[in-house]
C-alpha cells in the first residue's frame, strides 16, 4: 500500500546506498521531491534528463533526490545519470526498503513532500512533467 497525500516523507538513509551524496536531512525548511527509476525502463532513461534538468531549475528551494532500484549495477547507474545531467544526491534502494515505503506501482514516480514533510503530490510516469513543475511552483508560494 502507497503513500496517500498527506502521509509523511520516510526516512531516506535507513539502509539505502548513496552514490555520489548523502542526501540533505528533512529539516522542515525546505519542501522535497523524491524520484524513482530503473536503468530497464525506457521512459525512465529518456525523462531522465528533463528530471535532472527540473531538480536543478528549483534546486535553491526544494531538495530532490533521486533513487534507482537497480542493486546490481552501480556503475552503469552512475554514468546513466551523469549523462543526464543528473547532480542531486543519487540512491540504490538495494533491499527495496524505499520502494516499500513509498509503494509506487509505476516508473518513473515521483514524490513532492511540503516543508513540513507531508506528501503533497504523487505522479508516476513519464507524462506531465509540467504538471510537477507546476506543484513545485504551487508548494513554493
Not at 543519487?90 to 518513473?108: K, R, T, V
Request: with cysteine; aromatic share 10%.
Amino acid at each position: 500500500m502507497g503513500l496517500k497525500i498527506g502521509s509523511s516523507m520516510p526516512d531516506l538513509t535507513a539502509n539505502v546506498k548513496w552514490l555520489n551524496q548523502l542526501p540533505p536531512r528533512a529539516t522542515h525548511d525546505q519542501p522535497y521531491l523524491v524520484h524513482f527509476w530503473t536503468l530497464s525502463c525506457d521512459s525512465c532513461l529518456t525523462t531522465l534528463p528533463d528530471v535532472s534538468a527540473l531538480m536543478k531549475k528549483y534546486e535553491s528551494h526544494i531538495h530532490a533526490v533521486s533513487v534507482n532500484l537497480e542493486p546490481e549495477d552501480d556503475a552503469e547507474v552512475t554514468k546513466q545519470a551523469k549523462r543526464a545531467g543528473l547532480d542531486a544526491p543519487l540512491a540504490i534502494d538495494e533491499e527495496a526498503l524505499l520502494s516499500d515505503a513509498f509503494g509506487y506501482n509505476f516508473i518513473p514516480a515521483f514524490y513532492l513532500f511540503d516543508a513540513s514533510g507531508q506528501m503533497r503530490y504523487f505522479q508516476q510516469g513519464q507524462d506531465h512533467l509540467g504538471t510537477l513543475e507546476q506543484r513545485i511552483k504551487r508548494l513554493l508560494r
